[in-house]
């Protein structure tokens, strides 16, 4: 039986790659001794929505809460996000969330989605500003935001 001795290269070739992983460790004990502070403004923007991330929802319990008090998920399209998307669709406004996928809109006439497995055509579940839409397509250029329960 033949023995195999690995190669001088091989070998070295490893060593240097296990170096590129102990470097930023060698860097982080050199800044040990520093101290860090932090401060809050207490005057930040307490807005409805911060950017991408909005804070407040009012799909899941009819009233305006925040996300976090909320005990379901709430995906939330914002309009800084519909935006930069320069979406004029809702089946593009929803691109970003996730198991929600458009299924058969009957030739581009209608909004149609399943969501998390649910759903079909005009099934009653896509609604504006709470209530149900009999409009084949309900996102325009007066849509705010997007919101998934």
């Known amino acids: 039986m033949a023995k195999f001795t690995p190669s001088f290269a091989g070998v070295k070739g490893r060593a240097l790659?296990?170096?590129?992983?102990?470097?930023?460790?060698?860097?982080?004990?050199?800044k040990d001794g520093e101290t860090l502070t932090v401060t809050a403004d207490p005057y930040a923007s307490t807005d409805a929505t911060s950017g991408?991330?909005?804070l407040n929802t009012s799909t899941a319990t009819l009233t305006n809460m925040p996300m976090l008090d909320i005990p379901q998920v709430v995906n939330?399209?914002?309009d800084k996000v519909l935006e930069d998307q320069?979406?004029?669709?809702?089946?593009?406004?929803?691109?970003?969330?996730?198991?929600?996928?458009?299924?058969?809109?009957l030739g581009g006439t209608q909004d149609a989605f399943?969501?998390?497995?649910f759903g079909a055509n005009?099934?009653?579940?896509?609604?504006?500003?709470?209530?149900?839409?009999?409009?084949?397509?309900?996102?325009?250029?007066?849509t705010e935001s997007v919101e998934v329960l």
Do not use: C, K
Not at 125 to 140: D, K
């Open 17 to 30: 790659f296990s170096l590129l992983f102990m470097a930023p460790l060698v860097h982080a004990a050199a």
């Open 76 to 78: 939330t399209v914002s």
């Open 52 to 54: 991408y991330q909005p």
């Open 86 to 105: 320069n979406a004029t669709t809702l089946d593009e406004a929803l691109y970003n969330v996730s198991n929600v996928v458009q299924t058969n809109t």
């Open 122 to 142: 005009r099934d009653g579940s896509i609604m504006t500003n709470g209530l149900r839409t009999v409009l084949p397509r309900s996102f325009n250029a007066a």
């Open 114 to 117: 399943v969501r998390r497995g």
